[in-house]
């Protein structure tokens, strides 16, 4: 049970993929109501003096995974997905934390980022302006790098053509619409369903 009897709680935005802090803000049973109605989280701004959907204005929203609440009703931990950016600076949290364990995720954000933004000199933006084949094309050029530098013994060039073929790739994957967890989920269900099968 919430206890909204002092009026706002605090509200934890935790990234549901990488359990990385993103934010905090404060709820009323207004605000709380209408993010569970829309799965998107919703705020009560102590500035504006109104409800606030984090991303109405920015698109960047939170979509709500999962709702905790604390031991004693007043606070609340909401485990979600971004679908961008979170702070207003266009860091990835608050804090402008990176999380080294979990950099493809930071990467793909920032890929969103640059697109999002039409950063005339980003290389992401320049590239994904010109399209899925041309995109396409690059990753191929970085493919066939790649396995040209596994035929020989430099680690360091092998190491850096297989960076430069992911990171093209993560282009690509947000290109088309998906995002790496996407292909992560595919991979476990495989990974799941072959270990039951062999039960």
Known sequence: MINFKKGLIPSIIQDAK???VLMLGYMNQEAYKKSIHEKK???YSRSKKRLWTKGEISKN???IQKILIDCDGDSLLIKAEPAGPVCHKGTDTCWEEINKKNF???LESLIYSRIKKKQK???IYQLSKQGINKISQKLGEEAVELIIESKDDNKNLFLNESADLLFHYLILLHKKGFKIQDVINILENRHFHKKLRNI
């Open 61 to 63: 929203y939170l979509f």
């Open 104 to 106: 493809l995720f930071y």
């Open 41 to 43: 989280v919703t705020f």
């Open 18 to 20: 990488t359990d990385k």
């Open 121 to 123: 000199n980003s290389y």
